[in-house]
């Protein structure tokens, strides 16, 4: 049982280049969460998911797309990278009855320049 | 509209001294509230959560509605609570996603 998992664990962009950041759990959890964690930001919801087929927009959307394709699968995409999106980018999933138990993965450093 | 406020960037005390982290909150319902922890080059985790009342590696932190608080407290630190603690406030039913405060870095100093 590994959990979260995120690929890759780091990254270094050129501006304008695109990726797509890959979230895995294998917790059969329903929701699923992208955040991006800044030095004195705090982290803050990017895009989430309530199942698979579904997303919605977090509190910083711009830049960034999603899908959710699979269940235990959510994707991170940058299609135009730029410098403001470096960071340290968080997956994290739990189930649906328990709002407060968020299983989080090991995060991926993205570096754009 | 809900929001997690914790005034501290960071935090330093002396291993031994009290520690207290504070967290507030605006929400017109009524709240549940968490604290997650970040250690050095790990995951972040759940601490504790209010509702279950009860002191994980030494914590504790109790929900003041009058206040809208949720600090956390231990009465002795030690070098390896150093970590970031992020507060964070949600609801245990329907889609809506936990709300995080900036976080504290807490510094403890042998």
């Known amino acids: 049982n590994a959990g979260v998992t995120q690929t890759p664990k780091f990254r270094v962009l050129k501006t304008g280049q695109s990726m797509t950041l890959l979230c895995a759990q294998d917790?059969?959890?329903?929701?699923m969460y992208w955040y991006r964690q800044d030095p004195g930001m705090g982290l803050r919801l990017i895009h989430y998911?309530?199942?698979?087929?579904?997303?919605a927009k977090g509190e910083v959307p711009d830049g960034y797309n999603v899908s959710r394709l699979k269940k235990q699968n959510f994707l991170l995409g940058l299609e135009s990278a730029a410098p403001s999106q470096t960071s340290v980018y968080f997956c994290?999933?739990?189930?649906?009855?328990?709002?407060?138990?968020?299983?989080f993965g090991p995060g991926t450093r993205l570096t754009v320049t | 509209a809900q929001r997690v406020t914790q005034p501290e960037k960071l935090l330093s005390v002396f291993k031994g001294a009290p520690v207290e982290l504070k967290c507030n909150y605006s929400?017109?319902?009524?709240?549940?509230l968490f604290w997650y922890v970040q250690y050095s080059r790990q995951r972040l985790q759940l601490l504790l959560r209010?509702?279950s009342r009860e002191s994980i590696k030494g914590f504790t932190a109790d929900l003041n509605k009058g206040e809208t608080s949720f600090h956390l407290k231990k009465p002795f630190a030690q070098e390896e609570d150093s970590a970031m603690y992020y507060c964070?406030?949600?609801?245990?039913?329907?889609?809506?996603?936990?709300?995080f405060g900036k976080g504290t870095r807490l510094s403890v100093i042998a």
């Open positions: 964070a406030l949600g609801q245990n039913s329907g889609n809506t996603p936990l709300v």
């Open positions: 998911s309530v199942g698979e087929g579904t997303t």
């Open positions: 917790m059969n959890h329903e929701y």
């Open positions: 994290a999933s739990r189930p649906r009855d328990r709002a407060y138990e968020q299983y």
């Open positions: 929400y017109s319902g009524s709240p549940e």
């Open positions: 209010h509702i």
